[in-house]
């Protein structure tokens, strides 16, 4: 290579590195958006539907969450659902429902998250089949947590997770905490991160 060359090929090395970074921060970019943007928010009834077969509590306040078997930035709702359990002295009756669309089959209830669901202490978990559910409660993203008092009005609607995928604290999480402790929150609604209800998830964007 003669002398002449050398700006040429040190021009191009430099290039391809700002290509590269333009390319990695670009990547890291749309993954925070991906994470920070939230679903669809859920526009419950204001009192708790005759028709829903979930049998709520009428001693004590009721929370479903909405959940879709294969999302798995649902592992954080589901791990954060456990740290609200543990942190109020006085549960409410729990319920996840994971949505099974119509035409989906073992695969959607075979799933981890079903069994973490399971293993919260004082869950019940139910299958949301045709999303029967989640159409009375106007849900549509995964994670979606619905709080009503004893006598089956709204009290909360939204999630308990800062963003997809992310444990730790929320203000959702400590606005149905504060609820449940007999204290008035600050909103009484919160933004929901996850997977649309009746998707099939891409895996990738999970990573």
């Given at each position: 290579m003669s002398a002449r060359s050398l700006p040429w090929s040190?021009?191009?090395?430099?290039?391809?590195?700002?290509?590269w970074v333009l390319g990695v921060g670009g990547?890291?970019?749309?993954m925070i958006v991906y994470k920070t943007t939230p679903g669809l928010a859920a526009a419950p009834p204001a009192t708790w539907p005759d028709a829903s077969r979930i049998e709520p509590a009428h001693d004590r306040s009721t929370l479903v969450m909405?959940?879709?078997?294969?999302?798995t930035c649902t592992?954080?709702?589901l791990h954060e659902l456990g740290e609200l359990l543990a942190r109020v002295d006085k549960p409410p009756r729990v319920v996840v429902a994971f949505v099974l669309?119509?035409?989906t089959g073992?695969?959607?209830?075979?799933?981890?998250?079903?069994q973490s669901a399971e293993a919260i202490p004082g869950v019940s978990v139910v299958a949301d089949r045709g999303s029967r559910e989640a159409n009375l409660f106007a849900s549509r993203t995964s994670g979606t947590?619905?709080?009503?008092?004893?006598?089956?009005?709204?009290?909360?609607a939204g999630g308990i997770t800062s963003?997809?995928?992310h444990e730790g604290d929320s203000a959702g999480q400590e606005r149905m905490v504060a609820l449940l402790s007999g204290r008035a929150p600050d909103k009484a609604t919160s933004s929901v991160f996850g997977c649309d209800l009746g998707a099939e998830p891409k895996e990738k964007s999970h990573e």
């Open positions: 040190r021009l191009g090395l430099g290039l391809a590195a700002v290509l990547g890291f970019a749309g909405f959940a879709h078997p294969k999302c592992r954080a709702s669309p119509d035409g073992d695969d959607w209830r075979d799933t981890d998250l079903w947590a619905l709080l009503y008092d004893a006598a089956g009005r709204l009290a909360f963003m997809r995928g």
